[in-house]
């Protein structure tokens, strides 16, 4: 049995498609939210065991607790505008303390989402080390990144103090992932999805303008990774239990938001029309203009997988999915 907390988010449910193919006799349960949107479409196609509240999850690992193999923990509150501070340590932190404590004593495997957000502007770079006093002078720039920086530093203090720890673990520090089953997240797609609705219709899409020296309008720069390479590093971690450790997800090589767009435009055999508006004010001062993933980690412990590149992700994104009746993978 496998456990998906988040099943039925963005990742969450593109890591439980995998798991289906990949291993079709194993028992998948979603820990999940529904509420009243569209998120449900995201795990229809699924062959599910159970959908759990979270309300219901202790008692679930309880009951199960002998079956399940692993939790891949990637429930949270994942928006980068969230101000209740409250809120997001109970959902991102406590929980994911009481998880981990959970498979420890269980032991159970246990591969959780950290954010590339922990880095904050990234003036102190994008090394995915674990050493506690490293740790600290990482500065997320919102609440959301410091609730995943502070369980990063609680697991780096457990490994200092050689505390118990599950048998395998994985805190995978996500990039900007882009693909499939992102639709319930609003404002919080992609900029693909994004831009796809303007360039479906040969319409100009919008990107903010530049407000640092350095870099022109639309040239700002992310590490965009596809939602496949993401699921492709954790099913590698599945499967090569005696790896563990805190580890980038990206493809190490920034590309500008400005060749995201038009590889949507090219993608619909569409010239690019781009317009560059003001970054929001409330916004602006916390802007990153350059993320990077140090990918040098995973693959010194040994993954060797080559990561998609952003024209084709965006291709397999748009031709596959956005612009199908049914978009859902």
Same mark, same amino acid.
Request: proline share 4%; hydrophobic share 35%; aromatic share 12%.
């Given at each position: 049995?496998f ?8 990742i969450?449910?593109n890591?439980?498609?995998?798991l ?22 995201n795990?229809?196609k ?19 607790a002998?079956?399940?193999k692993?939790?891949?923990h990637?429930?949270a509150?994942?928006?980068t ?9 109970d959902?991102?932190f406590?929980l ?7 498979c ?6 246990f ?5 590339a ?5 990234g ?26 920086h ?9 490994l200092?103090?050689?505390?118990a ?16 089953n992102?639709?319930?997240?609003g404002g919080?797609?992609?900029?693909v999805?994004h ?20 870099? *022109? ?8 990774v ?12 599945y ?7 805190l580890?980038n ?5 920034a590309?500008?938001f400005?060749d ?22 409330n ?16 693959? *010194?412990?040994g993954y ?6 952003l ?7 748009v031709?596959?999915?956005l ?7």
């Open positions: 049995m456990v998906i907390t988040g099943g039925a988010g963005f969450g449910s890591i439980i498609a995998s289906e193919e990949r291993y079709p006799d194993e028992k998948l349960v979603v820990v999940d939210r529904l509420r009243d949107g569209v998120k449900w479409r795990i229809a699924r062959d599910l065991y159970d959908i759990v509240h979270p309300d219901d999850l202790y008692d679930f690992l309880s009951q199960y002998d079956e399940i692993a939790i891949f990637m429930g509150i994942s928006a505008t969230e101000t209740d501070a409250d809120k997001i340590v959902n991102n406590r994911t303390t009481a998880l981990w404590e959970w420890t004593d269980n032991k159970v495997r591969i959780y989402a950290s954010s957000a922990t880095y904050g502007d003036e102190n770079g994008f090394d995915d080390f674990q050493d506690r006093k490293k740790l600290k002078d990482l500065l997320p720039l919102n609440a959301y990144g410091w609730s995943k502070l369980f990063d530093r609680t697991v780096a203090r457990s200092e103090n050689k505390e720890t599950p048998p395998q673990w994985a805190g995978l520090k996500f990039f900007n992932v882009y693909g499939p992102e639709n319930h997240k919080q797609q992609s900029v999805a831009v796809f609705p303007d360039a479906k219709q040969n319409l100009m899409c919008r990107l903010f303008k530049s407000h640092h020296p350095d870099y *022109e309008d639309g040239g700002q720069l992310r590490d965009f596809w939602v496949g390479d993401v699921v492709n590093v954790i099913l590698w971690l499967e090569n239990e005696k790896v563990s450790g580890f997800v990206g493809t190490g090589k590309r500008s400005k995201l767009a038009k590889a949507v435009y090219v993608s619909l055999e569409i010239e690019p029309k781009i317009h560059y508006i003001d970054t929001p004010v916004i602006r001062d916390k802007y990153q203009y350059f993320t990077q993933a140090n990918m040098d980690k995973l693959r *010194e412990a060797d997988k080559p990561f998609t590149e024209e084709e992700g965006v291709r397999q994104y031709q596959d999915y612009n199908k009746d049914d978009p859902y993978r």
